[in-house]
């Protein structure tokens, strides 16, 4: 602990940060300092930052851990520069904390937090960051966002403990990485139609409008203070079928979320039933049925499809 702690232990590791979709830009000073063209010969960190027109990008940070460390002490002292750089005009008498988010698997956050919050507890109170690790995982992956905030010794003193975590409780098992998606296009309905918004131009959209028709055909919604039993959007005039579909038991958590709150969310919303498999020993997969009238099951797909 104490050489990784000092920087002094020659163990390369990666560590990836979520930041907003201009971080090039933002990073461009930290990104040309830490990434010569010798960089691997004079073992300092590589940074990569993922491309495409996303809302978030991926910071990917490889090398021996005091290169990492340096490259984020740079990272915070960029982020404390700008904050400083937008106060100078502003009203705003409190200095906000500099914050980043880490990307780190499911599989390790439990060591993260220790026994009772015991770990995550000792961290906070040894480092005087605030450490804030999400309940969910993030969508379509097997990792969880780890938030840090407070003064940029603070942080990197955070980062140096959060290391020797990763680097005592690897990963286990496979870890679907988080892949940020472009941000999806406005959608307007009109006349019966759906448009998606590109620039000035509304364009139809086939696929929506033939799922919005159907929607407004059987209403998936229970009227504000209805207590129906059974499931709302479906009557006895309404004929009902199933289907099934196969999702991964590693995404099965996005569909489910905590407590069930995204699988109800789904339900009420379709008006469809679902029902969830229990786990099978061996299979990688877990067997979903939606059942409902052709409405019901189109939107609880799509929506299943959209988590």
Same mark, same amino acid.
């Given at each position: 602990?104490?050489?990784?702690?000092?920087?002094?232990?020659?163990? =390369?590791?990666?560590?990836?940060?979520? *930041?907003?979709?201009?971080?090039?830009?933002? #990073?461009?000073?930290? %990104?040309?300092?830490?990434?010569?063209?010798?960089?691997?010969?004079?073992?300092?960190?590589?940074?990569?930052?993922?491309?495409?027109?996303?809302?978030?990008?991926?910071?990917?940070?490889?090398?021996?851990?005091?290169?990492?460390?340096?490259?984020?002490?740079?990272?915070?002292?960029?982020? @404390?520069?700008?904050?400083?750089?937008? *106060?100078?005009?502003?009203?705003?008498?409190?200095?906000?904390?500099?914050?980043?988010?880490?990307?780190?698997?499911?599989?390790?956050?439990?060591? #993260?937090?220790?026994?009772?919050?015991?770990?995550?507890?000792?961290?906070? @109170?040894?480092?005087?960051? +605030?450490?804030?690790?999400?309940?969910?995982?993030?969508?379509?992956?097997?990792?969880?966002?780890?938030?840090?905030?407070?003064?940029?010794?603070? &942080?990197?003193?955070?980062?140096?403990?959060?290391?020797?975590? *990763?680097?005592?409780?690897?990963?286990?098992?496979?870890?679907?990485? %988080?892949?940020?998606?472009?941000?999806?296009?406005?959608?307007?309905?009109?006349?019966?139609?759906?448009?998606? &918004? +590109?620039?000035? %131009?509304?364009?139809?959209?086939?696929?929506? =409008?033939?799922?919005?028709?159907?929607? *407004?055909?059987?209403?998936?919604?229970?009227?504000?203070?209805?207590?129906?039993?059974?499931?709302?959007?479906?009557?006895?005039?309404?004929? =009902?079928?199933?289907? @099934?579909?196969?999702?991964?038991?590693?995404?099965?958590?996005?569909?489910?979320?905590?407590?069930?709150?995204?699988?109800?969310?789904?339900?009420?919303?379709?008006?469809?039933q679902i029902k969830i498999a229990n786990a099978t020993e061996g299979s990688a997969e877990r067997q979903v049925t939606i059942t409902g009238?052709?409405?019901?099951?189109?939107?609880?797909? %799509? #929506?299943?499809?959209?988590?």
């Open positions: 602990d104490t050489k990784v702690a000092e920087g002094g232990l020659n163990v =390369t590791l990666t560590i990836r940060l979520l *930041m907003h979709g201009k971080v090039k830009h933002f #990073l461009l000073p930290v %990104y040309c300092a830490s990434v010569p063209n010798s960089s691997i010969e004079r073992g300092g960190a590589r940074i990569n930052i993922s491309e495409g027109s996303c809302p978030e990008r991926i910071v990917t940070i490889t090398g021996p851990t005091d290169a990492i460390f340096k490259a984020f002490s740079m990272i915070a002292l960029k982020f @404390e520069e700008d904050i400083n750089t937008s *106060m100078t005009n502003s009203t705003v008498t409190s200095k906000p904390p500099v914050t980043l988010r880490l990307v780190v698997p499911a599989s390790q956050c439990g060591s #993260l937090i220790g026994k009772g919050g015991s770990k995550i507890k000792e961290i906070r @109170e040894s480092t005087g960051a +605030q450490v804030q690790v999400a309940g969910d995982m993030l969508p379509n992956s097997t990792e969880r966002a780890v938030t840090i905030s407070g003064t940029p010794d603070a &942080i990197i003193q955070c980062v140096k403990q959060i290391c020797v975590v *990763m680097l005592e409780s690897p990963p286990k098992g496979a870890t679907i990485p %988080y892949r940020p998606k472009p941000a999806s296009a406005p959608i307007i309905f009109a006349g019966g139609q759906a448009f998606t &918004i +590109q620039g000035q %131009y509304a364009i139809p959209h086939p696929d929506l =409008t033939k799922l919005h028709q159907l929607a *407004m055909q059987h209403p998936p919604f229970t009227p504000l203070g209805q207590t129906t039993p059974g499931f709302p959007g479906l009557d006895a005039t309404t004929p =009902t079928s199933s289907h @099934e579909l196969t999702i991964p038991n590693d995404l099965i958590g996005c569909i489910i979320g905590r407590q069930g709150s995204k699988i109800n969310e789904i339900r009420q919303m379709s008006g469809a009238s052709p409405a019901n099951i189109s939107l609880a797909q %799509y #929506l299943i499809n959209a988590r």
